[in-house]
């Protein structure tokens, strides 16, 4: 990354910070989380070196056997509330830190109304969205999720297969949140198969009305 090398800096510290709580709770067998191997500042270039993976696989099974039982075993270790002690990013944006006890009002507050503020500077404003905030908090904790550590950017391009068959995932935005938002995120871009959604239903099935939720 060569523009506003200490904001990439700060990046790649972020997204190492993420790697390493990832493998705590990781299956090796199932998932392959790439452990960095350098994060430096090289005059005006910030640099992440990480292992070189031969992404060549093509099935999803054990990339979504090992997410459901990613999210499962951070689960058992999660302390009660939703949230992440720092700032971090999610692309190139920030993602706001902070502690919530209530999953509604930590997704609203500290994911949707950020993102909300960054389009009203775009020139999109949702004049109603501060009338129907309490609807939208109270339907989220309508099936008291459990905290659990997530990716917070699970699109295709941040999830592969290796050529042994596992699944790998890299450049996440950690948070300890409800599982759904990994799942959600599968559905914005595409690119997962039934393979993934199958494996990870057997492993640890989702509530029945989650789909309600994706939006």
């Known amino acids: 990354a060569k523009t506003n090398t200490l904001e990439a800096y700060s990046m790649f510290k972020y997204e190492s910070e993420g790697l390493s709580w990832l493998s705590k ?13 350098e994060i430096n500042k090289i005059d005006s270039i910030s640099i992440l070196l990480m292992p ?20 499962k075993a951070s689960a058992k270790s999660n302390k009660g509330s939703f ?3 720092s700032n971090g990013y999610i692309g190139s944006g920030i993602q706001s830190g902070g ?3 209530d999953w509604g009002e930590f997704f609203y507050e500290l994911r949707l109304f950020p993102q909300l503020k960054l389009a009203k500077k775009w020139g999109l404003e949702i004049i109603s969205i501060k009338q129907i905030a309490g609807l939208i908090v109270d339907f989220l904790n309508l099936h ?23 699944g790998v995932l890299i450049d996440p935005a950690v948070s300890w949140s409800d599982r759904e938002v990994d799942i959600a995120m599968t559905h914005l871009f595409g690119g997962f198969s039934d393979d993934f959604y199958n494996a990870y239903e057997l492993e640890w099935p989702l509530p029945k009305d989650f789909k309600l939720r994706i939006d």
Not at 25 to 37: E, G, H, K, S
């Open 83 to 85: 949230g992440w002690p």
């Open 144 to 166: 008291e999720p459990l905290p659990c550590l997530v990716h917070g950017d699970l699109w295709s391009g941040n999830s592969f297969v290796n050529d042994d068959g596992k």
């Open 52 to 71: 070189w993976l031969n992404l060549s696989g093509s099935r999803q099974a054990l990339l979504g056997q090992g997410l459901a039982r990613l999210h």
């Open 25 to 37: 709770f990781a299956d090796q067998d199932l998932l392959t989380i790439p452990r960095p191997i």
């Open 99 to 101: 502690w919530r006890e």
